[in-house]
């Protein structure tokens, strides 16, 4: 199992971004992905996950109406889609696969998670 995260950058506040998670090694029948992001000195936090098979979403509050989770699983890629970003959403940002078999969810916590990417960083100026 391999995710590669990408699309990270610089913008400025109230501008978007497209992240993208390309996966390999597993289905997504089977597995959820989560976002996860981690700011200097703060602690690792979960922005959203899609469950197997895309059934379901979850955001953090501080995201909500402002970031999409989706899927393309012709392409194996999962996308989080940023928008109106501001300052605080400056941090490096994680993709990660939970094994779910046949339990339909997705966890947002980070100790769920089985697999990660490598991260891609957001930098939002004011």
């Known amino acids: 199992v391999q995710l590669q995260a990408s699309g990270g950058g610089l913008v400025q506040a109230g501008e978007s971004l497209r992240l993208s998670c390309a996966a390999s090694?597993?289905?997504?029948?089977?597995?959820?992905i989560g976002w996860f992001r981690q700011a200097p000195g703060e602690e690792r936090e979960a922005v959203s996950c899609?469950?197997?098979?895309?059934?379901?979403?979850s955001y953090a509050d501080s995201v909500k109406g402002r970031f999409t989770i989706f899927r393309d699983n012709a392409k194996n890629t999962a996308y989080l889609q940023m928008n109106n970003l501001k300052p605080e959403d400056a941090a490096v940002y994680y993709c990660?696969?939970?094994?779910?078999?046949?339990?339909?969810?997705?966890?947002?916590?980070?100790?769920?998670?089985?697999?990660w990417g490598q991260g891609t960083q957001v930098t939002v100026s004011s």
């Open positions: 990660a696969a939970e094994w779910r078999g046949s339990n339909y969810g997705c966890s947002m916590i980070g100790a769920q998670y089985d697999y």
């Open positions: 899609i469950s197997n098979r895309d059934i379901s979403t």
């Open positions: 090694g597993f289905s997504s029948d089977y597995y959820a």
